[in-house]
């Protein structure tokens, strides 16, 4: 069966560490990788796009990895914040008879402490 | 441009009723997505629109629910007869194509009771 898989467990860090965040997944062949974050009470927010053929991407203190043959993605932030305490969801968007069909992850929750 | 806008925010019904929420798209978005997510199931996507015609509702849970675009700034999602396992936070997203970037919406936290 097709499966997104985030880290139940909450990530603990200390601020001005690097978090890593890790999507694994099984049985797809995604076109495309995104990571988005959420806050409590509020709707996931886009962060990073990475496509099949990509294998990093940056986006100020974001880094994403995106490896198919392991078919796994990792998300860094460095020099965390705690102002980036929340949940991060990957989505893989599938190809679907000429769509690209978005299924996310259940997240990773990250807190970084001062 | 305001985002995705979603009415209500927050709905409380007893089972059996009829709840309808609703969601107007970011201007020029031709893709229409709407999630229930909950702390069992996570985000799933139930259907989504494309250029307001449904591409895609394999994850409508069943004929209880249905989902309509009249328009291309308005859709709404329909549940009747509403269950106390229909509570959950529905959101709606919409973008320029089926994979890209989505908004979403700040989403309807239902009650079903």
Redesign the interface.
């Known amino acids: 069966s097709q499966k997104i898989e985030q880290n139940s467990e909450a990530l603990n860090i200390q601020e001005g560490k690097t978090a890593t965040l890790t999507c694994n997944y099984t049985n797809y062949s995604p076109a495309y990788l995104q990571w988005y974050r959420q806050d409590p009470g509020r709707g996931p927010v886009f962060l990073l796009l990475i496509r099949e053929n990509e294998k990093e991407k940056r986006k100020e203190r974001l880094k994403v990895t995106f490896d198919t043959t392991l078919k796994q993605s990792l998300f860094h932030i460095t020099a965390s914040q705690p102002a980036d305490s929340a949940t991060y969801l990957c989505a893989l968007d599938i190809s679907s008879g000429g769509s690209y069909i978005p299924t996310f992850g259940r997240g990773t929750s990250l807190i970084v402490h001062p | 441009d305001a985002g ?1 806008i979603q009415s209500p925010r927050h709905e409380v019904t007893e089972m059996g009723q009829e709840v309808t929420l609703r969601c107007k798209p970011i201007s020029g978005h031709n893709s229409l ?1 709407w ?1 229930r997510q909950t702390m069992m ?5 139930l259907i ?1 629109f ?1 250029n307001n015609v449904p ?2 509702d394999s994850g409508m849970p069943e004929d209880r629910f249905s989902a309509k675009m009249p328009n291309a700034s308005f859709s709404t999602l329909k549940i009747q007869p509403s269950e106390p396992r229909d509570s959950a936070v529905y ?1 709606c ?1 919409s973008s320029t194509g ?2 890209d ?7 309807t936290r239902l009650t079903v009771l």
């Open positions: 995705v997505f999630y199931r996570g985000l799933e996507l989504y494309n591409i895609d959101f997203a089926s994979g970037t989505q908004y979403f919406g700040p989403g």
